[in-house]
């Protein structure tokens, strides 16, 4: 069993390239397209939303099958065809050029592997079973998004802002550590849920800081 270790990518201007064009695809291409990654293709053919994404100006599209060369300047590729053999040239030539590799059928040289995943703003929570059973993943990941609702998105929004102040005005170590705790016991979530959250200005959080660092 591979021990797989999580991390989350920050793409903007990396050069992403992508073999096929299907509904695998099509999928990453969604997820990739929002992170300012520049996104390449190279499939004979595309499904009709990428076909419009590419007509959009959104990404590069080279109209013919995978050809060894072609993951030249690449930072990240998915080897997404319907053709194993084809998925395995290209993780094989993504390995010696020191490129991480997906590979959406089963394969060993899958240097990652994409997890089921939902966003709240800044919230993200990944599922992964290691390549086991990816439809569980989504099912699992799907029974969290239940529990956490839009609400999230406002919440860690304001814990990020808060974080801001504090690291801007308190410099002592264990004070700062003392007060990022103190926030998340705070019942904000309630508020927002009930429409009655006003985000603290600049002055209630400094008041707030000088309540609680000392503990
Ligand atoms: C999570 C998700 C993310 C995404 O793709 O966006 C994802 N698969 C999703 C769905 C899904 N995939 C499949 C089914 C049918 C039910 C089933 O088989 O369980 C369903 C369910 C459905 O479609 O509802 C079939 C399937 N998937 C893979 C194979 C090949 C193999 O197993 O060998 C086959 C068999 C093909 C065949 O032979 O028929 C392989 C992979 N699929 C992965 C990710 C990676 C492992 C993730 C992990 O385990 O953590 C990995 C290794 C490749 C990779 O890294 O890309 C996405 C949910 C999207 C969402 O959340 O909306
Ligand atoms: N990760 C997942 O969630 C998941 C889910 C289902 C299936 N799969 C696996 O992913 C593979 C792709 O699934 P899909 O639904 O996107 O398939 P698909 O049939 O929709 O798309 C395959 C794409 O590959 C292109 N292609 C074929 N040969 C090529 C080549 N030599 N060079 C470049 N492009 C080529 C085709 O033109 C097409 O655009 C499946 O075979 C399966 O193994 C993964």
Not at 28 to 53: F, H, N, Y
Not at 89 to 111: D, I
Request: net charge neutral.
């Amino acid at each position: 069993m591979t021990y797989y270790v999580p991390i989350i990518l920050d793409l903007r201007d990396r050069c992403c390239v992508l073999v096929g064009g299907g509904a695998v695809a099509e999928r990453r291409v969604a997820s990739l397209l929002p992170s300012g990654a520049r996104i390449k293709v190279i499939s004979p053919r595309l499904t009709p939303w990428l076909i419009q994404t590419w007509e959009q100006g959104q990404i590069n599209w080279t109209r013919r099958c995978y050809q060894k060369g072609d993951l030249q300047g690449a930072w990240i590729v998915y080897a997404v065809t319907d053709q194993p053999e084809v998925n395995d040239e290209v993780a094989a030539e993504a390995r010696e050029l020191g490129v991480m590799v997906n590979q959406a059928s089963e394969g060993r040289l899958s240097s990652f592997i994409t997890p089921s995943s939902f966003r709240r703003g800044e919230l993200i929570v990944a599922v992964s079973t290691s390549g086991a059973a990816p439809g569980a993943a989504k099912q699992i990941c799907d029974e969290i998004a239940t529990r956490f609702g839009d609400e999230y998105e406002e919440y860690i929004h304001f814990l990020s802002q808060a974080r801001s102040v504090i690291k801007d005005q308190v410099q002592d170590a264990s004070r700062r550590r003392r007060l990022f705790k103190k926030l998340l016991e705070i019942d904000i979530l309630r508020a927002i849920q009930a429409g009655k959250f006003s985000p603290p200005d600049g002055e209630e959080m400094i008041c707030w800081i000088d309540q609680y660092q000392e503990g």
